[in-house]
């Protein structure tokens, strides 16, 4: 990849499902700009500590199954916890709403994957990009 790099071919490289030593060793090959990690709220929390370090060094961290979480593939579930519903009624937005506003809050470069075939949870999704969370409901989030 990095001698497609090189050559012009692609532009950026990125790596999925990586701890902090991965990423250690592939900016050693070339420059990274990216990590993919399965991440959410309730789920995935061992790479705290990698999403922080990506954003120390500018490199974007894009959790897949942001809403899923430990459903994955399975899609996202109603199984919230009481600390979600309770934030969720406190803004009028969903618990979806939430879980994906709080993967936002955890850094600028955080970028979240909240794929959907649903126009309506498109909106939703969009809509969760403007959902303000206090230091309180992130706390109470956890």
Do not use: K
């Not at 250690?24 to 790479?47: F, H, K, M, W």
């Not at 060094?57 to 994955?72: E, V």
Request: some cysteine.
């Amino acid at each position: 990849m990095a001698r497609l790099r090189d050559e012009g071919l692609i532009r950026h490289l990125g790596i999925s499902n990586a701890r902090v030593d991965h990423l250690d060793e592939a900016q050693t090959i070339a420059p990274v700009v990216c990590v993919q990690n399965s991440y959410s709220l309730d789920n995935g929390r061992e790479d705290d500590g990698l999403l922080r370090v990506c954003g120390e060094r500018g490199i974007a961290f894009t959790p897949y199954f942001a809403l899923a979480g430990a459903r994955r593939e399975s899609g996202a579930g109603e199984d919230h916890t009481d600390a979600v519903r309770a934030v969720a009624d406190a803004h009028g937005v969903s618990p979806h709403q939430v879980r994906l506003a709080w993967t936002l809050h955890q850094g600028a470069h955080v970028l979240a994957i909240p794929g959907t075939g649903d126009p309506s949870h498109l909106e939703q999704n969009i809509a969760a990009g403007a959902l303000r969370l206090s230091p309180a409901d992130l706390a109470r989030l956890g």
